[in-house]
């Protein structure tokens, strides 16, 4: 049987480009600093180490089809256009004319089927997600479906993105109320890759509409998944989709593809070693995370108490494991 191509999309942008930040502001009506927790300089900030990202799916990733570059029209300066696997797409070259200038990551996410060209299965990064060992296509399907973490969770209210999460459990049980999923297939809930996660799932139990782990990692995705959510719930994602700015009152994200595929049982369990999150501030945790053999995904979150240092010593860890330059820079 002939594996199924898969493309990789990453979003990136540089939020410190004065004519974006003028832009944004005049979208907005806000200064930049309104609200560190919803719409903060984080949200937008550029480390300058994107080229190594690059080099992570060059060195770890030869198997990839396409790598999508979604943009709103900026690229950086090292970026070979001319790779044969690159693909550099802006905003409105694939989202319709209604939703932009967006400023807004969840209505970019909600509309990457609509990418001419985009196979149907994807992987989906952000550019402070990186790949850091070899991987294999079967480390992310089997038999054309998602491998995905279906484990349970209380939603807590810890910020204002958790509502955001409450919405997409919301959208989710109006179509699977029942957990069916977990009753016809059990092993894919109580499954060993979990690990001690699998409590969980047993003390969620009797429980209705719950929540979801969220690892924060790269995640498989179905181009075919998020056209169908499109047909049976276009009034909620057309509604995330109008909003220029972060509004995690109402918005919905990429999200509800993993619960959708996970509640319609088309996916395989994945292991919860698989990938690791960390903050910027715990870049002491890099070396070992490195040499952990299980794990091949990685998420370094931003932190609000942003320090330089932190990022000079992540810099230089990069530049220890990846020094040489990719094919996807001139």
Known sequence: MTEEKIDIVVLWVDGSNPEFIREKQAVSGRVSDWNQEIDGEQRYRDYGIFNYWFRMIEKHATWVNNVYLITNGQKPDWLNLE?????WITHKEFMPEEYLPTYNSAAIELNLHRIEGLSENYLYFNDDMYLIKDSHPSDFYKNGQPKLLAVYDAIVPWSPFTNTYLNNVELIYRHFPNKKALKSSPWKFFNYRYGSLVLKNLLLLPWGPTGYVNQHLPV????????HLWDIESETLDRTSRNKIRDYGVDVNQYICSHWQI???QFYPMSKNFGETIGLNQVNKLDRIFEDKHKKLLYVNDDSDFKEENLIHFKQILNEYYPKKSAYEK
């Open 220 to 227: 498989p995705m179905k181009k075919s998944t998020l056209s």
């Open 83 to 87: 790779h044969p696997k690159l693909r």
């Open 263 to 265: 509640e319609s049982n």
